[in-house]
């Protein structure tokens, strides 16, 4: 039995034998185990019954703490929650993650949060498990939201700390087999890694900037490839995936990573996100490095083909930068990703056009370049989410309402948007999954049921046949598709 449960809420009712490592909690437990605390993660993902194996973990446990992004997380959240509130009452539930953090007095409202740690947790929870152990008073630590006697209280926030200071991620409290993955546009044993936090960036529809406040934390280049070779030995993998929600903020250090991988001769294959005015103003010796050093992935957030749009979400890149980097991706010969949103306030179909017409000329430099687009989603407290409130959108106001407020809904959240714009956004969501995805390009090789690689190949030709005449409309066949997806995914 452990001192702390650490619980990661699944998006989906399906159960999956592989999923991204639950970092975030990896990064507590290894803090609670280097202050003497015993820990178990229970990842919802993969338990068959994650319901009967938090009741079996309950037994002399201090705290259970539970991480959540806003949307259907939540709803497996509360799930877990009541559990340990029938079975034991008089154990403290604990939130955290970006959800509590962006809206923590609202969240600890709900009776299933005793408690929440807002931002940045390693700390606040050892303080707090601490506290909780020897019957201290709660109201020193800093980051800490809690209720005492029906009164909400809300600590001084901590502030950001170094993250050098805290211990390798808990690889040894997880199977870390079910979360090394097949990608083939790396390798085929790819360990999601992540080797900094946060993003210096001002993107005005992602909440990472308001977590960490534009503040960014990276791991040293030589603590990196240390890491990646720990990984290389003890898990045999042979590639990475870097989970980092910028990679490449500091070119020195990138480079300086590619030239410790060169250097100690580590046989791996990596991938990691970039921006397009980065890769822009890249030069060659740099470029060849990468390569040299094992890159074969690039992915990229170009959201939009339309200056306007960029500038109203403050992207901050231009699109010259994205047909450069597209050129320079294609004589680096690497597997590149662009990804776009649609269904941003003020968006009008001519903004839409204007992307379809930047995926085109992104196609005719780089023929190989791969493309996804998501529907737009208004997260709270960031600029966009204000924007989207003034144009209409209802705030929702309770975790549950939360919990169905995410990129399933499609384009329902969209209030702004007429009939026929919300369909073509629909339609090309669906469509250029089976155009130019990556995704389902690797499934389709990989698929032995016949039946789906038939289907598969006339979703292609229907795709690149409405794609090819710019028509949209009456796009009944990815309806079914939609329908299907969330009727499998249990959504």
């Known amino acids: 039995m452990a001192n702390v449960v650490l619980y990661n809420p699944a998006a989906l009712k399906i159960k999956s034998e592989k999923s991204m490592p639950p970092l975030g909690?990896?990064?507590?437990?290894?803090?609670?185990?280097?202050?003497g605390f015993t820990v178990e993660i229970i990842d919802g993902v993969l338990e068959k019954n994650p319901q009967k194996k938090i009741i079996n973990s309950l037994d002399d446990t201090i705290c259970v703490g539970i991480t959540c992004l806003t949307g259907p997380q939540i709803a497996d959240a509360l799930s877990i929650a009541k559990i340990?509130?029938?079975n034991k009452p008089e154990i403290p539930i604990?939130?955290?993650?970006?959800?509590?953090?962006?809206?923590?007095?609202e969240t600890i409202r709900h009776e299933l949060v005793d408690m929440l740690v807002r931002g940045q947790g390693e700390e606040t929870i050892v303080e707090l498990v601490n506290a909780l152990k020897n019957k201290l008073p709660l109201n020193n630590i800093q980051g800490l939201t809690y209720k005492e006697k029906g009164k909400i209280i809300s600590n001084p926030s901590r502030p950001?700390?170094?993250?050098?200071?805290?211990p390798m991620l808990d690889y040894f409290g997880v199977n870390i087999e079910k979360?090394?993955?097949?990608?083939?546009?790396?390798n085929s044993r790819i360990l999601p890694y992540s080797s900094s936090r946060s993003c210096p960036h001002r993107c005005g529809f992602c909440a990472i900037s308001k977590f960490y406040n534009?503040?960014?934390l990276p791991y040293p280049a030589e603590r990196v490839v240390k890491e990646i070779e720990f990984f290389v030995k003890k898990f045999n993998i042979n590639g990475i995936l870097f989970q980092d929600d910028n990679f490449f903020v500091n070119k020195k250090r990138v480079e300086d990573i590619c030239d410790l991988i060169i250097e100690k001769k580590l046989d791996i294959k990596w991938g990691a996100l970039s921006r397009c005015n980065y890769f822009a103003r890249y030069d060659k010796s740099f470029l060849d490095k990468l390569i040299e050093s094992g890159c074969t992935y690039i992915n990229f957030g170009v959201e939009s083909g339309s200056s306007r749009i960029l500038k109203l979400i403050k992207k901050d890149i231009t699109i010259k930068d994205v047909l450069e980097t597209a050129k320079k991706c294609k004589k680096m010969k690497v597997n590149t990703l662009f990804n776009f949103i649609l269904g941003f306030?003020?968006?009008?179909t001519e903004d839409f056009n204007k992307t379809i017409e930047l995926i085109d000329k992104i196609k005719k430099i780089y023929p190989d370049a791969m493309f996804e687009i998501f529907s737009f989603i208004p997260l709270p407290s960031t600029e966009l989410f204000d924007k989207a409130i003034k144009f209409g959108l209802k705030s929702?106001?309770?975790?549950?309402?939360?919990?169905?407020?995410?990129?399933?809904?499609?384009?329902?959240?969209?209030?702004?948007?007429?009939?026929?714009?919300?369909?073509?956004?629909?339609?090309?969501?669906?469509?250029?999954n089976f155009l130019f995805s990556a995704q389902n390009r690797e499934e389709l090789v990989a698929q032995k049921k016949l039946w789906k690689r038939i289907a598969y190949k006339i979703l292609s030709q229907d795709a690149k046949f409405r794609w090819k005449r710019k028509f949209f409309a009456y796009g009944y066949e990815w309806k079914i598709i939609e329908k299907l997806s969330k009727s499998i995914l249990k959504i």
């Not at 306030?345 to 009008?348: L, V």
């Open 25 to 35: 909690l990896m990064a507590l437990s290894s803090c609670l185990k280097k202050n």
């Open 84 to 86: 340990v509130k029938e």
């Open 94 to 105: 604990v939130w955290g993650g970006f959800h509590p953090t962006l809206l923590p007095e």
């Open 160 to 166: 950001l700390t170094d993250i050098n200071k805290f």
């Open 179 to 186: 979360y090394i993955i097949n990608f083939p546009l790396i």
């Open 214 to 216: 534009r503040i960014y």
């Open 345 to 348: 306030p003020t968006e009008t």
């Open 396 to 432: 929702p106001s309770s975790l549950e309402e939360w919990a169905r407020f995410s990129f399933f809904q499609s384009t329902k959240h969209l209030v702004w948007c007429n009939k026929k714009q919300k369909e073509l956004i629909n339609t090309l969501v669906y469509l250029i």
